[in-house]
C-alpha cells in the first residue's frame, strides 16, 4: 500500500469533527485538521482524536476473535471458535426462543450510534418481529429533541452564534464535550467571548472550561450560576415567569405565532420567586438580572446539555427551557437564536431501522403495547426505543414477561446503567447474552458469545448520527481490523441470513451503503471518494418569521397533543419539584448532594485501557469546595467514600473553588480496568419514579454522605 490522506469523521462524540489521516502502509502515521471550511470544525483538539483513533486501532487489549464462555458467568473462561460457529449457536438459539417463545424474547441492546451499525441493530429487531430495542435514549438525547418537535416542529435547531448577544451555556461542557453546542464551530463561540459584544451565562455547578487554550472557565463568564444538582426545570421556570411577567417578549409575535400562553401565565401565577430561589439555591436578584438580559438582547441563545436529561423530570425540564425560547421569539425568527434545519434526502434512517410497506417490513411488531416497557413509557416505545431500566425490571421480575436473549452493541450496562448491582443480577437471567465489543469489559464478562468488533474506520460507513445536527458523512476505511474482528454491520447481515431474513438485507453488507445514499443520486463511492459530507439545509429568512412544523403551524408553548398521550401539555410547576425530594433529598444522615461529570479525556465510559489516553488523564477524580473537605478533614489526593441509600463509591478528592459547599461532583464512566470501587452507578437507582415521557431516571441529584478510605 502506497502513503495516502483521506479526509474522514472523527468517532468520538457526537460532534464528528473532519480531519485528515495518513495512512502508510495499513498503518495511521498522522492525524491532522481537515483545513476544508465546508466540513465540520474541531469542537475539540485534534490530538484529542488521534490519540483515540491511533489507540484504539494499536491497541494490544483489542478482541480478535469470536470467544464462547466455557466456565461459569464472570470466570473468564473463554475458547476460540469461527464466525460461522459463533453465528450458527446465535442463530439456532434465536430460532428456537422465536419458535418457542415468540419474536419478543430478543432484546436488542443498543449503545450510541456510530456509524450505520445501530440501524442495523434496530433493523434486525424489526424483521425479526421483536418490539424489544434497548438504548440509552432515556437519558441521551431524545429529551432535548422531543421537547423541540413537540414546541418547534422540529428535532433540528442550529445556533445563530453570527450576532448572539446573549449565550445561556446550560449543563454543556462546550470545550470538551459539546451538547446542543455541538454545532456550533468552538471558533466562533471563542470569537463571542472576546468580541465584548456578548454576554455569557454558565449554568453548571462545575467550574467548566469555556476557553481551554486561554484558561478562560465558568467563573469568567458574565455569570456563573451553580443550581442545586436536578433542579433545572425549578431555575427555568423562574426565567420564563420573570419573562412573563415583566413583559419581556413580542406581543404581536405572541398573538401570531404561539399557542398557550395565557395557560402560561397561569402557571408561572401559582409560584413565587422565594420559592424558586429556595429550591434551586440560585438567588433571586440573578434570575431576576438573567432573564432580564435573555428577554431584552436578541439574538438569545441557550445551549442545553446531555446534564439536564438525567432527571424524572427530564423532558419537561427541557420543556421549560423551549418555553424561554418561545416566549422570546428566539427560533426562526429574522433576530432569533435558533433556526431549524432540514436533513439531506437520504434514505431515512427511522424507515431503515423500523420499515416501510414497500419493503415489507411494518411498524406492528414494534407496537408499544408488546414492549416490555409498554404500559409505562408508551410514548419513549413510540420514539423507537425501550428504556434501560425497563430492560433491568423485566429480567428482575418477569413484568411483564422476560426475555431470553439479549444481543448487545456499542454499550456497557454494566458499568453505565443505574443501579450496576441490580443490572448485573438481571443481565445473568438471559439465556443467551451475545457482545460485540473492542475490547473486554464488564459486560463481556458474563456473556456467552464474545463478537470482535472492528472500530469505526476499519470499515467502510454511512454516519447520520446525531440526527439533529442534519448531515450525513462518509466514514471510510483506513486500516485493516486485527485478526478476525468484523463490523457490526456485517455480523448483523451475516445473522440475519441464517435466521431466514435475507430478504430483508444484503447478500453483501457494503450494498446497503448505497441504499442509503441513492437517494442523493450518488453511488457508495462517488458519496465516499469525492462528495464525503452533505450538511443540512435552514430555512433562515432575516426578513419573516419561517414558521413552525408543529400541527398548529405555531409555538406550541401548550402541547395538545402530549395531553392525548397521558403527558401534561405545559410543565407543572408543582410536578417540577419531584427530583428534590423524597428519596433524592437531604436527611441528617446524607448532607450533601452528589451530581456527577463526564471526563474530559475518555468518551463517557469508552477508551479507559487505551494507554495514549490513559497516560494523560487523572484517576477517579471527586470535586469538592476546598472549605468542605476542610470541614471533612480532606486533603487534595485522598481517597474518599461516598454513598447513598444505595451504597458507596470510591474516587479521589480534588479541589474546585467557588463550586457550592454542599455539593460533591463524582466523575462518570469508571469502573473497568482497576477501578471497580469508582463506578458511580454503584450509588443511583434504577426504580421509580420515572420519567413518563422518556423514560428518564435520576442519575444526578442524590442526597449523600462522604468519608475516608481505610
Known amino acids: 500500500m502506497k502513503r495516502e490522506e483521506y479526509t474522514t469523521f472523527c468517532h468520538i462524540c457526537p460532534n464528528h469533527c473532519a480531519f485528515k489521516v495518513i495512512v502508510d502502509e495499513g498503518k495511521i502515521l498522522d492525524v491532522k485538521a481537515s483545513g476544508e471550511s465546508r466540513f465540520p470544525v474541531h469542537m475539540c483538539s485534534v490530538q484529542k482524536g488521534a490519540d483515540h483513533l491511533i489507540g484504539t486501532v494499536e491497541s494490544k487489549d483489542r478482541l480478535t476473535q469470536p470467544l464462547k464462555r466455557v466456565g461459569e458467568r464472570g470466570e473468564g473462561k473463554w475458547v476460540g471458535i469461527s464466525w460461522d460457529e459463533a453465528l450458527d449457536t446465535i442463530a439456532q438459539k434465536l430460532i428456537q426462543v422465536r419458535d418457542d417463545f415468540g419474536p419478543e424474547g430478543l432484546v436488542m441492546i443498543l449503545g450510541e450510534p456510530k456509524g450505520m451499525e445501530f440501524a442495523f441493530g434496530q433493523r434486525f429487531a424489526t424483521a425479526f418481529g421483536s418490539p424489544n430495542v434497548i438504548t440509552p435514549g432515556n437519558y441521551c438525547g431524545v429529551q432535548n ?87 433545572d426545570a425549578i431555575l427555568a421556570m423562574g426565567f420564563v415567569k420573570v419573562l412573563v411577567e415583566e413583559g419581556l417578549f413580542d406581543e404581536e409575535y405572541l398573538n401570531n405565532w404561539t399557542i398557550g400562553f395565557e395557560e402560561v401565565k397561569k402557571e408561572v401565577s401559582r409560584f413565587s420567586l422565594d420559592e424558586v430561589e429556595q429550591l434551586s439555591w440560585v438567588p433571586k436578584q440573578t434570575i431576576i438580572e438573567v432573564a432580564r438580559l435573555y428577554g ?175 448531515n450525513v458523512r462518509a466514514n471510510r476505511k483506513l486500516v485493516d481490523p486485527p485478526g478476525e474482528a468484523r463490523s457490526d454491520m456485517w455480523m448483523i447481515n451475516e445473522l440475519a441470513k441464517r435466521v431466514g431474513l435475507g430478504e430483508y438485507f444484503w447478500e453483501d453488507v457494503n450494498d446497503a451503503l448505497d441504499y442509503m445514499v441513492k437517494p442523493l443520486g450518488l453511488t457508495w463511492e462517488k458519496f465516499r471518494d469525492e462528495v464525503i459530507y452533505i450538511h443540512g439545509t435552514s430555512g433562515y429568512d432575516p426578513e419573516k418569521v419561517t414558521g413552525y412544523k408543529t400541527k398548529s403551524g405555531k409555538v406550541e408553548l401548550v402541547v395538545p397533543s402530549l395531553e392525548k398521550a397521558g403527558v401534561d401539555p405545559l410543565p407543572s410547576f408543582e410536578k417540577l419539584k419531584e427530583p428534590l425530594s423524597g428519596k433524592f433529598d437531604f436527611t441528617d444522615e446524607y448532607p450533601l448532594m452528589m451530581t456527577n461529570y463526564k471526563s474530559e479525556i475518555f468518551m463517557l465510559s469508552g477508551y479507559r485501557n487505551v494507554d495514549r489516553l490513559v497516560r494523560k488523564s487523572l484517576p477517579p477524580t471527586v470535586y469538592m469546595n476546598p472549605d468542605t473537605a476542610v470541614e471533612y478533614g480532606f486533603e487534595e489526593g485522598d481517597w474518599i467514600w461516598i454513598e447513598t441509600y444505595m451504597g458507596r463509591m470510591k474516587q479521589r478528592v480534588a479541589f474546585q473553588p467557588g463550586m457550592h459547599p454542599r455539593v460533591v461532583n463524582v466523575e462518570f464512566g469508571w469502573g473497568d480496568y482497576g477501578y471497580p470501587e469508582a463506578n458511580m452507578n454503584l450509588v443511583t437507582d434504577y426504580r421509580q419514579p420515572w420519567d413518563r415521557p422518556t423514560g428518564s431516571v435520576t442519575i444526578r441529584g442524590y442526597a449523600c454522605k462522604v468519608y475516608k478510605s481505610a
Not at 453570527?162 to 470545550?175: D, L, M, T, Y
Request: glycine share 8%; with cysteine.
Open 296 to 470: 431584552t438582547q436578541k439574538p438569545g441563545i441557550i445551549g442545553s446539555g446531555n446534564a439536564l436529561e438525567g432527571s424524572v423530570q427530564a423532558f419537561q425540564t427541557l420543556r421549560a427551557i423551549c418555553l424561554m425560547r418561545g416566549i422570546t421569539g428566539n427560533v426562526n425568527t429574522p433576530d432569533g437564536g435558533h433556526v431549524d434545519l432540514e436533513p439531506p434526502a437520504y434514505y431515512p434512517p427511522g424507515k431503515f431501522m423500523m420499515g416501510d410497506l414497500q419493503e415489507r417490513l411494518w411498524l406492528y411488531p414494534r407496537s408499544p403495547e408488546r414492549t416490555i416497557a409498554g404500559k409505562h413509557f408508551l410514548l419513549a416505545s413510540r420514539f423507537g426505543y425501550v428504556p434501560t431500566q425497563a430492560l433491568v425490571h423485566a429480567l428482575l421480575e418477569a413484568d411483564p414477561y422476560r426475555p431470553k436473549v439479549g444481543f448487545l452493541l456499542v454499550n456497557n450496562p454494566l458499568l453505565t446503567y443505574p443501579d450496576s448491582v441490580a443490572t448485573k443480577k438481571a443481565f445473568l437471567k438471559l439465556e443467551m447474552l451475545v457482545v460485540s465489543e473492542l475490547f473486554h469489559t464488564s459486560t463481556t464478562q458474563i456473556a456467552d458469545i464474545v463478537l470482535p468488533a472492528a472500530m469505526m474506520h476499519e470499515h467502510d460507513t454511512v454516519a447520520y448520527w446525531p440526527a439533529w445536527f442534519a
Open 145 to 231: 429533541t422531543e421537547s423541540l418537535r413537540y414546541t418547534f416542529g422540529s428535532r433540528y435547531i442550529m445556533a445563530r452564534m453570527e450576532n448572539a448577544k446573549v449565550i445561556i451555556i446550560w449543563g454543556a461542557n462546550i470545550a470538551h464535550t459539546g451538547g446542543t453546542f455541538s454545532n456550533i464551530p468552538r471558533y466562533q463561540f471563542n470569537r463571542a467571548l472576546v468580541s465584548g459584544e456578548t454576554k455569557v451565562v454558565v449554568i453548571d455547578p462545575k467550574n467548566i472550561e469555556l476557553w481551554p487554550e486561554k484558561g478562560m472557565h465558568a467563573s469568567d463568564a458574565d455569570y456563573w450560576i451553580r443550581p442545586r444538582p436536578n433542579s
